[in-house]
């Protein structure tokens, strides 16, 4: 009786869920790759150190404020919900053009949640790239000072390629946040899994079972997202499983 239900709706319905798996997998894909990109920029803020003896004031300014701002950035972004970013974002842009222009034609739910989604995930890959950098022997640093190295180049060409690499399965673990999360982004009006199993149960007035399969359906996504960061892990490990 369930089974059949389960397929009917299924059935019926199939269109509302592979439109919403489309935005969920695709808002979970740009917000990751994204934020890992803008993540990298960031990381050089996080990580500067002011050189007192060799920086211009201009430049140890410059360093105050770049540290400053990334520090602001990922304690508004970590510390308040994602739900409520998309709706100061999509909201309030929708005024402020339509403030000044009189008119808002392409201010649309979709490019307000990739951007949310973007620079949440960012605020998160920052902390994970930090991470990374300071698990990484102090000793590279030094080494590769006495051999001429300036700081910069060091961090660039050796210490930050490594911390990427120890990062790549917590970043994964972030696509599987993300996965999940992007659900709260139909509160602007995004057509994901969770906005497909809410008009599915408006149309059949079934209000358990389309959730039912939507979790299935986030499931089967997060447990295949996790078994891939699991290889990665292995594979970064030497081949060596963790238990």
């Known amino acids: 009786m369930i089974l059949s239900s389960i397929?009917?709706?299924?059935?019926e319905n199939y269109n509302f869920f592979l439109r919403g798996l489309m935005y969920t997998i695709l808002l979970a894909v740009l917000g990751t790759v994204g934020g890992f990109l803008l993540?990298?920029?960031?990381?050089?803020?996080?990580?500067?150190?002011?050189?007192?003896?060799?920086?211009?004031?201009?430049v140890q300014i410059f360093k105050r404020l770049g540290i400053w701002f990334a520090n602001i950035y990922t304690t508004f972004f970590r510390g308040t919900p994602m739900m409520v970013q998309a709706?100061?974002?999509?909201?309030?842009?929708s005024l402020v053009i339509l403030n000044l222009t009189g008119y808002n034609q392409w201010w649309k739910?979709?490019?307000?949640?990739?951007?949310?989604?973007?620079?949440?995930?960012t605020?998160?890959?920052?902390?994970?790239?930090?991470?990374?950098?300071?698990?990484?022997?102090?000793g590279q640093m030094?080494?590769?000072?006495s051999l001429g190295f300036s700081?910069?180049?060091?961090?660039?060409?050796?210490?930050?390629?490594?911390?990427?690499?120890?990062?790549?399965?917590?970043?994964?673990?972030?696509?599987?946040?993300?996965?999940?999360?992007?659900?709260?982004?139909?509160?602007?009006?995004?057509?994901?899994?969770?906005?497909?199993a809410g008009s599915t149960a408006s149309k059949t007035a079934d209000s358990v079972t389309p959730y039912f399969i939507i979790a299935?359906?986030?499931l089967i996504l997060t447990s295949l997202t996790a078994l891939l960061v699991k290889k990665l892990e292995s594979k970064r490990n030497g081949g060596v499983k963790n238990v």
Not at 39 to 57: C, E, M, Q, W
Not at 87 to 93: A, N
Not at 109 to 121: E, G, R
Not at 142 to 145: G, K, L
């Open 7 to 11: 397929s009917k709706i299924i059935s």
């Open 39 to 58: 993540a990298l920029p960031f990381l050089g803020l996080k990580t500067a150190v002011i050189d007192y003896k060799r920086d211009s004031k201009l």
């Open 87 to 93: 709706m100061i974002l999509y909201y309030g842009m």
């Open 109 to 121: 739910p979709l490019i307000a949640a990739i951007i949310v989604i973007i620079m949440n995930t």
């Open 123 to 138: 605020a998160y890959i920052i902390e994970i790239l930090r991470g990374a950098v300071n698990s990484i022997d102090e």
């Open 142 to 145: 030094e080494a590769a000072r």
């Open 151 to 196: 700081r910069k180049k060091t961090l660039y060409l050796i210490i930050y390629p490594q911390a990427i690499k120890n990062a790549l399965p917590s970043i994964g673990n972030e696509f599987i946040v993300n996965l999940k999360d992007s659900s709260v982004l139909s509160v602007i009006g995004i057509f994901d899994l969770f906005k497909a």
């Open 216 to 218: 299935v359906i986030y």
